[in-house]
Nanobody, 124 residues
Framework: QVQLVESGGGLVQAGGSLRLSCAAS????????IGWFRQAPGKEREFIAR????????YYADSVKGRFTISRDNAKKEVYLQMNSLKPEDTAVYYC?????????????????WGQGTQVTVSS
C-alpha cells in the first residue's frame, strides 16, 4: 500500500487561490496515477482531476477545467492541485487517491488508496 497525506486546505474568499499537496510514503510513487476528489456536505464524492504516474497526461472534470491544475514531483513524492478562481461551490473536503491502473479512471472505486482529506472553504 501507499500512504497519502493531504495538506494546504483552508479558508479563502471567492476568486482566491489555494494549492493542495498530497505527499506519498511509498518509494515507488511513480507507478501510481493520482486522482483528486472532493465531497461537499450532503453530496456524493466527485472526481476532480487525475494525473498519470509519470505526469505526462492529465484529465479534469468539466467543473474545474481552466481553473485547477494538477501536477506532480516524483522526486519529492508529491502531487499538487493548484486551485485558482475559487468559487463558493468549490467548498468541500478534498482527497487525493492512488491507483495502479494505467487507464484514466474517475470512479472512486478504482482508487484503492486514499488520504484523510483536507477542508477547503470558499466564502462569498
Amino acid at each position: 500500500q501507499v500512504q497519502l497525506v493531504e495538506s494546504g486546505g483552508g479558508l479563502v474568499q471567492a476568486g482566491g487561490s489555494l494549492r493542495l499537496s498530497c505527499a506519498a510514503s511509498r518509494r515507488t510513487f511513480s507507478v501510481y496515477a493520482i486522482g483528486w476528489f472532493r465531497q461537499a456536505p450532503g453530496k456524493e464524492r466527485e472526481f476532480i482531476a487525475r494525473i498519470s504516474g509519470g505526469g505526462s497526461t492529465t484529465y479534469y472534470a468539466d467543473s474545474v477545467k481552466g481553473r485547477f491544475t494538477i501536477s506532480r514531483d516524483n522526486a519529492k513524492k508529491e502531487v499538487y492541485l493548484q486551485m485558482n478562481s475559487l468559487k463558493p461551490e468549490d467548498t468541500a473536503v478534498y482527497y487525493c487517491a492512488a491507483t495502479r491502473l494505467l487507464t484514466i479512471v474517475t470512479s472512486e472505486t478504482s482508487y484503492p488508496y486514499w488520504g484523510q482529506g483536507t477542508q477547503v472553504t470558499v466564502s462569498s
